[in-house]
């Protein structure tokens, strides 16, 4: 999910991709049109690649015609670049981007007859042509957050976090959490970048927090700058947005990552069969959008399988990560005992930080 940033509309590359085979919905002119505006290069950042995969998905097995534009910036850049996928034919855009949200709204009632995804949650008025879709990140961030607390010896631990907006609250939260339930007595100290894909200050952030004594880091970021600066640092880190083991396979502790293919698969499947209906979707470890990547062998057998047993407990719903008692970081109580957040106030509520994360959420 992505927020607005100050990113230059700047070399904006397009590209189309027909495929071909018996799945093909038609030939040439009479294909499906599926667009895709990327707020990153998908080289480099985990997140449109993963984006892109879904993409490349929807070629194979369904025999759209797709296009992809980007990066766009999170502004009014937008705006033109709409008005060219749909003069193009095409019927479906993914705005893979939390930002442009506003944009896609407006250019939604100008073009009722397109279909629009954006990145969630839906913080616009609910159109009948679009539909927005984000993951249940904290679950995914728990499991990684009880692999955390198991590895630090210091019991310091950084995370580079691209944004305080809730969604990204939401998922330090949750990792913090499942680093307290294995361990209580380590700290989770954030520091904010303010930008979702910009490696050089991501990894001065990772080696701030690195020189500060943590020595397990994790991240709410698009590249794979903080686990590189970890690996340079021979400590242990969690990647995040795609599976990054093989980018670093010894400091690589584990993962979360996203995986789109079903749902763009989904939606577009039923734009073919005339039963597409706009909502707001947010899916969770069970339903497979998102997921915690593989666990570093060079860890014990039991940090394995007490890693194994919370992403099972999270699926079950034994483990349910915003039920209280639970207490911000300057000791109020947020969420009183018997009471359970729903996914909309995680959503809507995610304003603070929990006790035993050592930052500020900026209003």
Avoid at 143 to 172: E, M, Q, R
């Amino acid at each position: 999910m992505r927020l607005i940033r100050i990113v230059a509309l700047a070399l904006a590359v397009a590209f189309s991709v027909t495929a071909c085979g018996s799945t093909s919905t038609g030939t040439g002119s009479n294909k499906l049109k599926v667009a895709f505006i990327w707020v990153d290069p998908v080289n480099g950042s985990g997140w449109t690649l993963q984006w892109d995969r879904a993409r490349q998905a929807l070629e194979t097995q369904l025999g759209v015609q797709t296009t992809a534009v980007g990066p766009i910036a999170e502004s009014a850049d937008v705006i033109p670049v709409y008005e060219d996928l749909i003069r193009k034919g095409n019927k479906m855009i993914f705005a893979t981007a939390f930002g442009y949200q506003p944009f896609t709204t407006q250019e939604a009632k100008k073009h009722p007859d397109v279909k629009f995804i954006g990145i969630g949650p839906n913080t616009q008025a609910h159109l009948d042509n679009v539909s927005t879709v984000y993951g249940n990140l904290w679950e995914a961030r728990f499991a990684t957050g009880v692999a955390a607390g198991l590895a630090t010896k210091t019991n310091k631990i950084g995370f580079v976090a691209a944004h305080t907006i809730p969604s990204v609250v939401a998922g330090i939260n949750g990792f913090a959490l499942g680093v307290q339930s294995v361990n209580p007595k380590a700290i989770v100290k954030v520091t904010v970048t303010n930008t979702w894909y910009d490696p050089p200050t991501e990894t001065t952030a990772a080696n701030s927090l690195i020189q500060a004594g943590a020595d397990v880091t994790a991240q709410h970021e698009d590249s794979t700058a903080t686990l590189l600066a970890s690996a340079a640092a021979h400590i242990f880190s969690i990647g995040s947005e795609a599976d990054t083991h093989d980018v670093s396979p010894t400091a690589y502790l584990t993962g979360t990552y996203y995986d789109w293919s079903k749902y763009a698969l989904d939606q577009v499947t039923a734009l073919q069969n005339g039963s597409w209906k706009a909502d707001d979707y947010s899916g969770d470890l069970e339903s497979g959008l998102i997921a915690v990547g593989p666990v570093n062998s060079a860890v014990s057998a039991d940090t394995q399988a007490k890693v194994a047993q919370a992403i099972a407990d999270l699926k079950s719903g034994k483990i349910k990560v915003f039920a209280g008692p639970i207490y911000d970081n300057a000791g109020k109580l947020q969420i009183p005992t018997g009471t359970t957040w729903t996914v909309g106030d995680i959503y809507t509520k995610s304003t603070f930080f929990v006790k035993g994360v050592d930052g500020k959420v900026s209003q």
